[in-house]
Structure formats: C-alpha cells, structure tokens
C-alpha cells in the first residue's frame, strides 16, 4: 500500500473497498468477545464478522440480557444456560420497534456500548425525515460555522429533496401538479417497504393518503436512476437487460473508505428483498471525486461509539504522571505530557513522589511550564485578600459574615456541580489540586461530569437558549475582587465546535421564562448525574483516587466538578487557577 489506502497506486482501476481491518480493525477490543444483538433480522454480512475478525464473536438475543448493579457502575451481562457472560462491545442488528420494546435503562446499557450500528444509526440515520431536517438546517449550520458555505451548496444539490410533513415545502409538493415526480416514504422502513409512487395510483387515491395516512413518512421528489446493461439468466439463457443500479460508498468515523456494491433491478425500486441483485464494482481513478491521498489508516482517529460517556475510548481516569521533585513543573517533557492529556481528556493526573507542603509544583506547573511552553495565562488572584494559592480545607469556628465570608471551600458541607469562577466576565480556563491531606472517613469524593455529556442530553432549543446572554450571575462575597457584584451572560459557548459550561446554580437567575425553562432542563440533566447512579455520565474519585500528595489538573470548561460531604475535618486540598479566557456576555 504505497499510499497507506489504495493497493496499487499505479493501476488505472481501484477497488471498490477497503478490507476489512484497515476500516474496522480500530472498532474493537480484539482481547473481548463482541455481542451481535440480533432479531427478526436475517443478516447478510454479518455473518462473516467471526471469520474476519480474530476474537470471539456472540450473537445473543435482547431476552438474554441482565443489568447487575454494581458500585464501580452497571454490568451488563449475557445469560445462556444459566452461565453469565460480560457484554462490553456491541454490534445492533436490530429494527427500530425492537429497540424501542427494551426498558430505558436497558437501551442506556446497550448505547454506551455498541460499536457498529449503534442507535444514532438506527433510529436517526435510518430515518428519512434526517435527510429533510439537514436540508432545512443548511443555513444555520453555516451560520454556526459547523458547515462551509460550499459543503452546504453540495449538500444541498446532492441530498434528495425530502419534505417534511406540515411544512410549507409538504404543502406545495402534495398540492403540485401531477407531473411532479414525488414518492410517499415511511421515516422508518427499509428495503423499499411502503414506497408509493405518486404516477402508480389514481390522484384522488394519493391526496386521500397524504390526507389521512397516520404512518411517520415524508414525501421525496423522485430520482430516476442510472442504467446499465447486465448480463442476467433470463429463462434458461443469458441474456442483456438494462437494469436500474444504485450505488453506495462507505464512510467510516468521517472517512471515505472507497466505493461498495451496486444494487440493480428490473423494478423502480433496487432493493434484494424485493427480487433484485448486486454486485461488486471498481471505478476508473479519473472519475473518483474524492481526495486520491485521504489520511492513513494508522492516523485515523478511534471510534467512537454512540456515547461519549462511561464507554467511551478515552481512558478516565487517565494514565498518572510522575513528577520526582519541584522542577518538574518547569521541565518541558514533563509539562508536555500534562499539556497531552489536558487536550486529550480535559483531566491530567499527576503524582508527586516528593513533599511538598507549600505547593511549590503547581506554581512551577503554571508559571514555569505551561504559560512559557504552551502559551497558558498566568494563575489569577482568588479575590482581593487572596492570591494565587487558595486553601481548600473547613475553617473550623469561622462564621460567615459580610466583612469575612466564609466560602464553601472553607466548610465541610455538599458542593453540587459547578464550574470555578463562573461569575467572571474571563473564567479561568484550567484549575489544579494539590492534595495535602485526603479524608480519611470516605467523603470529600470530588465527582466530574463532561460538558460535551451534558450537552448531548440537552435539546436543541435549550442549548440555543443556554448560549445567550439572559442570564445574571451573582458574585460570592469571598471572591469579590472589588468590581462589579453582578454580571450578566450566557452559560453556554457553542461557538467553536467545542461546548463550554459556566455554572453553579446558587448565584444564577434567568432574565427571560425562555432562560428559565432552558435552566430547568439543564438543572434536571445536573441533578440525574448526581444521583447514586449518574446515569455513567458522572465520574467519582474518590481519596484512593486521589491520595496525598496527588495532583489533579483539570479544564474547566470541558468538566464540571463536584463534592460531596466532607467527613475528615482534617481534609485539606490547595487549589490554583490560571489561564482566564473571555466568555460571551451581554454588552
């Protein structure tokens, strides 16, 4: 593979597909046994995953599956026969009816772990009302700076026109003249099921059908397929017919993987339920629209699955550093692979192998290391008695007042999600905490939940409404730093791609009932991954996590944190922030 793609870079024809392990061989944990979740569903490849794959393949039955509780999490586990089997990597080869009979709580199991298939497939790829819904949100994916205006103009000119119902464009396609090309089409069939073309039966018959049907469908401007002449058995001898064909190129996790089989049939319809065939094909390299040189196999990015969540790729927590004295924090591998695993997780964990009562390392960390090598602010001033250094331990005997308030930091009381400084027009972008003396008497976990997590479960109205400035935050007496005591914003910041939270529920109040209906479901989301389960979107550590003399650095945008109560009266952590960037807020 001269190219890392392509087998043979000088021939003038290439294959139509890759194999098999240059596309999925980054899917799977070959050291497990994958579950194929089957049911009415015959299955055409398959079937031929065991021979390819080179680890146990085991196809099960949703009747066989059971969720055990446990306190690292839920195991999810096949029963056959009396014996248990761990379910850790999926493959669905399941209908949309099949998967929506299973309990919430299984189909949450089940999501987090497929690999191939997953839900976002099944039940938004599948339907045909996506290929509407993407047509009609062209513009504002342009706006958002998701899309480019020349993808969208493909988009646009390549996706089949697709009318959603009650929608103007429905409107005028269901009432356009009768030579106009429009099909009727389930959202949820396959296989060519219940298509309807509008030539194919009397007008009255289709306006009574676009009038009373109940069925989940959308109306789709005909596409009249290309011909080719095949050679096919006709009657006991082989003969040349010119078939309808219809092609298919895969994509893997954002990657163009080359040219698939070619449906072909006699009918209007291609599918191989309904009596057509298929074929292989290669295609002459002058005709290939896509980039000759797309990135190697061993630079592609790992799958994901369907949840960014507990079964995700990314190893949490991440692998530990070592630091061996207070140097480290200035010695540019060492601060290179904290600044690693910042990008690449949003955590770093570090463990100092050396006393360190006064913190020295994290002010080398951020002074010495990741200001000067990696362009990192400087740690910011706590408030105006405070500097870069804050004590997070119970004053014992304090009381709070006006003149000397008592942060939360300072008791030893539940404090829920939040993101640090939220009340600052310029949020510290990353924290870190030096653990001087872990809780001895099992409180003070410190538990973590990804923005990215939060807003996944958000809609997409609640997420726009989250990104403008109809919200005031209240400036906590202890952080004043002599300016203003109120500042209003946007929690949310979608602007980059990349979601970023600012929050902690206790200083907010919505401007608008918009605002308050939008911090309501966002509340909801908080209190379900603060709950004994999470839902496996809450990450816990615990002090066997994070024992003396461990340092965790975390972004501040990318996770929220909290903790719970504190039961060791000698708990005491040392906290430093840095790197304040801008977040939008109101002029």
């Known amino acids: 593979m001269a190219n890392g793609f392509y087998r ?38 398959i079937h031929h995953l065991p021979k390819v794959l080179g680890t146990e393949v085991i196809f099960a039955d949703i009747s066989q599956l059971r969720i055990i509780p446990t ?9 056959v026969d009396g014996s248990e089997i761990e379910v850790s990597q999926i493959v669905l080869e399941l209908h949309q009816d099949e998967l929506l009979s299973l309990s919430e709580p299984l189909l949450w199991e089940i999501s987090i772990r497929s690999r191939i298939n997953d839900m976002r497939t099944i039940m938004l790829v599948h339907d045909k009302r996506m290929l509407g819904v993407v ?21 646009e000119n390549s996706i089949a026109e697709t009318c959603l119902p009650a929608t103007l464009e429905y409107q005028a396609a269901s009432s356009s003249d009768r030579s106009q090309q429009w099909l009727f089409k389930p959202a949820g069939s396959g296989k060519g099921a219940g298509i309807i073309f509008r030539q194919d039966i009397p007008e009255q018959e289709w306006q009574t059908l676009l009038s009373t049907t109940q069925l989940s469908h959308v109306l789709q401007r005909a596409v009249k397929h290309k011909t080719m002449n095949l050679v096919m058995p006709v009657e006991g001898s082989m003969t040349t017919v010119p078939w309808d064909i219809v092609g298919t190129f895969f994509m893997v996790d954002g990657y163009f993987n080359g040219f698939g089989p070619w449906r072909s049939s006699a009918e209007k319809i291609c599918a191989l339920s309904r009596g057509g065939s298929w074929m292989m094909g290669v295609c002459d390299r002058d ?45 540019a591998g060492h601060v290179s692979e904290v600044h690693r695993s910042l990008e ?18 994290l002010v080398s960390l951020v002074r010495d290391g990741l200001h000067p090598k990696h362009g990192h602010g400087l740690p910011v001033d706590h408030s105006q008695k405070k500097g870069w250094l804050w ?22 009381h539940v404090f829920p999600w939040h ?18 003396h872990a809780d001895r008497y099992g409180g003070g976990s410190l538990s973590l939940v990804r923005t990215s997590d939060i807003v996944q479960e958000l809609c997409e109205e609640t997420i726009s409404r989250l990104s403008m400035p109809e919200f005031v935050f209240a400036v906590p007496d202890e952080f004043d730093k002599g300016t203003s005591q109120t500042l209003v914003g946007a929690l949310l910041d979608m602007s980059d791609g990349e979601p970023k939270l600012r929050f902690r529920r206790d200083i907010i109040s919505p401007l608008t009932k918009q605002a308050e209906l939008a911090l309501e479901e966002l509340d909801k989301i908080l209190d379900e991954c603060q709950s004994s389960s999470g839902r496996s979107l809450r990450k816990v550590m615990k002090a066997e996590d994070l024992p003396d003399g461990m340092v965790i650095v975390v972004d501040n945008a990318k996770w929220l944190h909290a903790r719970n109560q504190v039961n060791d009266p000698d708990r005491h952590l040392r906290r430093v922030r840095w790197n304040a960037q801008p977040f939008p807020v109101a002029a």
């Open 8 to 45: 043979d870079d000088t021939s003038r024809f290439q294959p139509a597909f890759s194999q098999f392990d240059d596309v999925f061989g980054h899917v799977f944990d070959l050291t497990k046994p994958l579950h194929v979740l089957k049911g009415r569903e015959l299955g055409y490849d």
């Open 71 to 79: 306190d690292a999490g839920n195991r999810l586990i096949q029963v």
């Open 135 to 155: 047509r009609h949100q062209l513009v504002n994916l342009v706006t958002r700076n998701i899309l480019t205006i020349q993808a969208a103009a493909l988009l």
């Open 287 to 331: 005709c290939l629209p896509f980039p000759m040189h797309p990135k190697p196999m061993e630079a592609r990015r790992p799958s994901r699955t369907v949840s960014e969540h507990s079964a995700d790729l990314m190893v949490f927590p991440p692998k530990i550093i070592d630091a061996y004295s207070p140097s480290c924090g200035a010695a």
């Open 344 to 361: 690449e997780n949003g955590v770093a964990l570090v463990r100092l192998n050396f006393s360190d009562p006064q913190s020295d390392y």
């Open 391 to 412: 004590d997070v331990k119970p004053i014992h005997g304090k009381v709070h007042s006006a003149n000397d308030p008592l942060a939360r930091s300072e008791t030893m």
């Open 419 to 436: 993101t640090d400084c939220s009340f600052e027009a310029n949020p510290p972008r990353h924290f870190a905490l030096h653990v001087l």
